[in-house]
């Protein structure tokens, strides 16, 4: 059964390193988004993606976030300087389809620590 | 914008007996309704959605859920639950119209005692 990937589960860095996070989404899906869960709190929507260009995004979407779609696979959030608060994990997902009314297929997440 | 509310955030049940995980939305206009489930060590996956139409649905696991307009609920409910429906789960709306932005209660864990 196809499903998202992403690489790497978890990750620990110093406040102010850049980290990639990465994605493989099922390959006939177009839209691709992603989310993350800060520990105890909601999972909530960062940024959605189509067509090689950001879609929609939140307000925690800030300038020290990216996103790429680098080739036909793969779909990576960059973030440039990390801060204790963006430790949380970070969930991928696409779908096939635009609207609400569409499936999203989750990855497993990539658990973020930031010290 | 749209909010929703998971009033429990952890419910403990025996194997075999009823379940119901309670859900609530607010939003000024119409929205789709979802529940995901995620297992220990696995990403979120789809449980069932309403979309239109009958307001209970069904998941093919034996989970239900009813979307009631007046009370802006839309309530997961289980006759008899598994051990293996041990996981958390995730009651989310969007809106008809735009993209597939998902807006999530907070989860329920819900654990399953033999």
């Known amino acids: 059964e196809p499903e998202v990937t992403q690489t790497p589960s978890h990750q620990v860095t110093q406040m102010g390193q850049e980290v990639i996070l990465r994605c493989v989404p099922i390959?006939?899906?177009?839209?691709f988004y992603w989310y993350r869960q800060i520990l105890g709190q909601k999972v909530e929507f960062l940024v959605s993606?189509?067509?090689?260009?950001?879609?929609?995004k939140s307000e925690i979407f800030d300038d020290q976030f990216s996103v790429e779609r680098p080739d036909g696979s793969n779909f990576t959030l960059k973030i440039r300087s990390t801060k204790l608060e963006d430790s949380a994990m970070y969930f991928c997902?696409?779908?096939?389809?635009?609207?609400?009314?569409?499936?999203?297929?989750f990855g497993e997440g990539s658990r973020l620590t930031v010290l | 914008a749209q909010s929703v509310t998971q009033l429990d955030s952890q419910v403990p049940v025996f194997e075999e007996a009823p379940v119901e995980l309670r859900c609530n939305y607010s939003?000024?206009?119409?929205?789709?309704l979802f529940w995901y489930v995620q297992y220990p060590n696995q990403g979120l996956q789809l449980l069932l959605k309403?979309?239109?139409?009958?307001?209970l649905v069904e998941s093919i696991n034996g989970f239900e859920a009813e979307f009631n307009k007046s009370q802006t609920s839309f309530h997961l409910r289980k006759p008899s639950v598994h051990i293996s429906d041990t996981a958390e789960y995730f009651c989310?709306?969007?809106?008809?119209?735009?993209?597939?932005?998902?807006?999530f209660g907070q989860g329920t864990r819900l654990t399953i005692n033999p």
């Open positions: 993606f189509y067509n090689n260009e950001i879609s929609e």
């Open positions: 989310a709306v969007s809106e008809l119209q735009g993209a597939q932005k998902l807006v």
């Open positions: 390959s006939n899906h177009l839209y």
């Open positions: 997902a696409s779908s096939e389809v635009r609207g609400g009314s569409g499936e999203l297929f």
């Open positions: 939003s000024s206009v119409s929205v789709y």
């Open positions: 309403y979309l239109s139409g009958s307001t």
